[in-house]
């Protein structure tokens, strides 16, 4: 992998706005729909440490969150994240950037990505 991957879902707002953005400033990417394409749980657990624990993964401002069972939103271990997160894509911040050297975001804004791909 050489250029960074974008991980959202194709009809998402910030979606939309990041990969105009790339667009915008010719930054080659890959889009990956994890809908369609589901991350693995060892994938998702490597990103939620290396951005500093699940909460930083996951969107509990959501629709999605608000509306899971109180029982549902209180995962104790890695095993209970990943199985929410699989059942409920939509939970895990929007767009998920991986560079080439695996260094891991989330989110979109103008400024963090220009600080993000130097430009």
Not at 5 to 15: E, S, V
Request: net charge positive; charged share 25%; hydrophobic share 40%.
């Amino acid at each position: 992998m050489t250029e960074p991957t974008l991980y959202g879902l194709p009809n998402c707002d910030t979606c939309k706005k990041a990969r105009n953005w790339l667009a915008r400033f010719d930054v080659a990417h890959d889009f990956i729909d994890y809908r369609a394409n589901p991350v693995p749980a060892a994938t998702l657990k490597a990103w939620a440490a290396q951005l500093g624990g699940w909460e930083k993964l996951v969107n509990k401002s959501s629709t999605t969150w608000r509306n899971l069972l109180p029982q549902r939103k209180n995962p104790g271990s890695d095993p209970e994240w990943t199985l929410l997160l699989k059942e409920y894509p939509a939970l895990i911040r929007r767009p998920v950037v991986v560079q080439a050297d695996g260094a891991v975001s989330v989110g979109f804004s103008d400024n963090g990505f220009k600080k993000l791909f130097g430009r």
